[in-house]
């Protein structure tokens, strides 16, 4: 007796909505993870300038003649 291999319709059947779910979900978490990224990027670009002052000076020396 052959063994008879399920044809490619019968291999889908019942799949369907698991497979558009788990798209669903791959399409929004891809969403999200660049939303996210804009917001990060909007946030950094509102940060003050830091004013570019030397916390230490040294005097300079006259030259000796």
């Known amino acids: 007796m ?3 291999e399920p044809s490619r319709d019968e ?3 019942g799949r369907g909505p698991r497979l558009i779910a788990a798209l669903s979900v791959a399409i929004v978490a891809a969403a999200f993870a660049v939303g996210a990224s804009s917001g ?3 946030l950094l670009d509102t940060t003050p ?3 570019n002052v030397p916390l230490i000076t040294y005097r ?3 030259p000796s003649p």
């Open 2 to 4: 052959a063994k008879v």
């Open 11 to 13: 291999l889908l059947r």
């Open 40 to 42: 990060i990027v909007a």
């Open 49 to 51: 300038e830091q004013p």
């Open 60 to 62: 300079t020396a006259s």
